[in-house]
């Protein structure tokens, strides 16, 4: 039996950094402790063991492709790599006839383990943003397709489809609540414009000589107030269209205003022709400022009886759609939903892809899992099998076996009959007499001395074999 050489090495596999909790939110890490204890577990398969088979150093006679393969089968048999602990030290073991050669293939195992750690962590990064990167151009198609089905509905129903987040009956709601805010601010409005006309009718125009103010002040402030309105409608066209009901109703009021300062200014100039001839004008300041007040009660109440008119309008409008519009938007509100489903999910893959450019750089700049040799490989001088000395004493047990065995089969073979009783139990026959032995004394003495040459030969054999025992156990100490 070949003597047989044990080679070891031990790998200690630090999955603890300081980048990790400083990443945790950051970027996906997966179990590393999982992933080693699982590279651990696989590092003995056959395309591993085949590229070991395959390196010149270790010089393995594979020059066969049968050889190669049964060399690759023992080398799985006889390659171990098993935890120690409970933390990440894992040791590598190999057992073989030449300790150089068992200590070679230990440190391709290490190297094997070390760089396979490393490999895999590539590989999963590599292969998780190539799937990303398809999942996210498969949304970002699905989400063209959404947008694009979106944008046709509401150019196929302009106008039906509602304002944004609201439904057919909220914006009726709210439509019938302004237009009777509008409404009761009409109301209040012209009985404002009631109650200035009384006080207006009820008012003095003069006043004594010495206290007529200039001509034209009240159509100075009309002016003033028509200044105001232009610029009102810049700023609203700047935010709206000409078709929108603000703009609609601003023109509107410029217009009458307008209208207002040319009755006002032919007024004028009659009062004041008419005070020419008569010496009588509306001098009265209290008098002047009721007309303004009128005036502009009169403006607010057209404007507001136009912000109503154009408010029953859309009403109607909205009114009229009962039977479409809610059709329409529950499509609406289906497509929203699928796009906003959609777009979720698409945001969701770019993040990720961000976090996983973010994982392969961090692997990139520092090793989340670090392999470190502990103990280097190293082969033990003297051979760990076969223990001949235990060999050796088995051979003795078995040798004094195989006679105990050999006796009983030559008893066996040629059996003799010390009594009657058991002659005939086994012949079957009837026994007609016996013959008894009478032993002489030199019988005797020759018996005695056959027993002691047995004692002696095997007095001589346990001393010969111990003798060998001992000579095995000297020569491998001195090995």
């Not at 999955?15 to 999982?34: N, Y």
Request: glycine share 4%; proline share 4%.
């Amino acid at each position: 039996m070949h003597d047989r050489y044990e080679a070891s090495a031990r790998v200690y596999v630090d999955t603890q950094t300081v980048l990790k909790p400083l990443m945790a939110a950051l970027t996906f890490q997966p179990d590393i402790d999982q992933q080693v204890n699982m590279l651990a577990r696989t590092l003995i398969s056959r395309p591993n063991v085949e590229r070991l088979v395959r390196l010149p150093q270790l010089q393995l006679d594979a020059s066969s492709a049968s050889a190669r393969e049964e060399m690759t089968t023992r080398l799985m048999n006889e390659i171990k790599v098993a935890p120690t602990g409970s933390s990440n030290l894992y040791e590598i073991t190999y057992r073989g006839p030449s300790p150089e050669r068992a200590q070679r293939l230990v440190e391709a195992t290490v190297d094997l383990f070390v760089s396979a750690g490393s490999g895999a962590k590539r590989r999963d990064s590599q292969e998780a943003g190539r799937f990303i990167e398809d999942q996210i151009h498969a949304y970002e198609t699905k989400l063209v397709e959404a947008e694009n089905r979106l944008k046709e509905f509401k150019i196929r129903n302009f106008g039906v489809s509602g304002v944004s987040n609201q439904d057919y009956f909220v914006r009726v709601s709210t439509l019938t609540e302004e237009t009777n805010k509008i409404r009761s601010e009409l109301s209040a409005a012209e009985q404002s414009r009631d109650s200035y006309r009384r006080e207006l009718a009820a008012e003095d125009p003069q006043l004594p000589l010495e206290m007529t103010p200039k001509l034209g002040a009240a159509v100075v402030e009309v002016e003033a107030r028509l200044d105001a309105q232009r610029k009102q409608l810049d700023e609203l066209l700047r935010r709206y269209t000409d078709q929108h009901p603000d703009v609609v109703s601003a023109r509107r009021v410029i217009s009458q205003l307008e209208q207002d300062v040319r009755d006002r200014r032919e007024a004028a100039e009659r009062t004041m022709a008419k005070s020419v001839k008569t010496g009588k004008a509306a001098t009265s300041p209290v008098y002047q400022k009721l007309r303004i007040s009128l005036a502009e009660s009169e403006a607010q109440v057209a404007a507001l009886r136009s912000q109503l008119g154009t408010q029953q309008a859309r009403l109607e409008q909205v009114r009229a759609l009962a039977g479409r519009v809610p059709q329409v938007e529950a499509e609406l509100a289906q497509l929203n939903r699928d796009y906003d489903i959609i777009r979720k999910n698409y945001d969701l893959m770019v993040a990720r892809r961000e976090s996983a450019s973010l994982g392969v750089k961090l692997d990139e700049s520092s090793q989340l899992a670090e392999f470190r040799v502990v103990e280097p490989p190293r082969v033990s001088p003297r051979p760990v099998s076969p223990t001949r000395v235990q060999l050796s004493m088995l051979a003795i047990l078995v040798s004094l076996a195989v006679g105990c065995m050999a006796a009983l089969l030559m008893e066996v073979v040629s059996p003799t009959f010390d009594d009657v009783a058991t002659l005939r139990r086994l012949s079957g026959r009837t026994v007609l007499g016996t013959v008894s032995m009478l032993v002489t004394p030199h019988a005797l003495n020759e018996r005695r001395a056959g027993a002691m040459r047995f004692a002696g030969m095997l007095g001589l054999m346990l001393a010969l074999q111990a003798g060998w025992v001992a000579w095995v156990a000297w020569h491998s100490h001195l090995r």
